[in-house]
């Protein structure tokens, strides 16, 4: 199971024809925290004409928007859309416009409410949460470099940590689909003289595809 959201917490403004757009976005896990931080852009711009909401969370089974204002499906959908077309959950995004006097139409609304997202999630980056399972090994010490070797070709599985104790106990991270082929490569490399257990699940977060190690667990 896998699911994505925004690695920071970003504000954007882009202006078009006159009128300016300030686009917020921010992490969420309740329906609470997302309309609690609504209040608080409406507060902070109290004198802006539109203040238009969009947030997903819990893997899209809550999705929520606002036109506030703004002619149907002209600003909170375009933002709703960008969310689900990225695939990213567990956010709310906020623009602001401050009216320029100069009618966008409601084609030129969806495409600088959509702009405005865009822009948006890409500076705020993406992390993407994996869930692992968590193995521990036990052999002798012969074997570590091969299985090390072994772990470097392999890039799917993620060495945690090793301890050097009377036997080698290393803890290594692999996708449960993938996990019958690591036990059976390192029992292979040792000879059928190892041991294992299964010590945890973990949500791994991924900036760019790298893993973030201080977030492991």
């Known amino acids: 199971m896998k699911y994505k959201t925004i690695d920071k917490e970003v504000e ?29 852009i409406k507060a902070m711009h109290r004198k802006a ?16 928007y606002s036109d506030d204002g703004e002619p149907a499906k002209t600003a909170g959908v375009p933002i709703l859309n ?14 602001v416009r401050y009216f320029g006097g100069i009618k966008l139409g409601t084609g030129g609304l969806v495409r600088a409410y959509s702009q405005c997202a865009r822009e948006i999630i890409e500076l705020a980056g993406v992390s993407e949460f994996i869930e692992y399972e968590e193995y521990s090994f ?15 070709n392999h890039s799917n599985y993620i060495e945690k940590e090793v301890l ?15 996990f019958d082929f690591l036990k ?16 945890r699940g973990a949500y791994l977060e991924f900036v760019n595809k790298e893993l973030r190690r201080n977030n492991e667990g």
């Open 12 to 40: 954007h403004t882009i202006e078009i024809k006159k009128s300016k757009f300030i686009t917020y976005i921010k992490k969420i896990k309740t329906v609470d925290e997302a309309e609690e931080f609504l209040k608080e």
């Open 49 to 64: 004409r539109h203040h238009v909401p969009a947030y997903v969370l819990d893997n899209f089974s809550i999705q929520k």
């Open 82 to 95: 960008i969310l689900k077309h990225e695939e990213i959950t567990d956010v709310i995004i906020v623009v």
């Open 138 to 152: 036990t052999f002798d010490y012969t074997y570590l470099g091969k299985i090390q070797n072994f772990l470097m």
């Open 164 to 178: 050097y104790l009377d036997k080698i106990n290393i803890s290594i991270y692999s996708l449960k689909e993938e």
């Open 184 to 199: 059976e490569n390192i029992e292979n490399i040792c000879n059928g003289n190892m041991e294992y257990t299964k010590t």
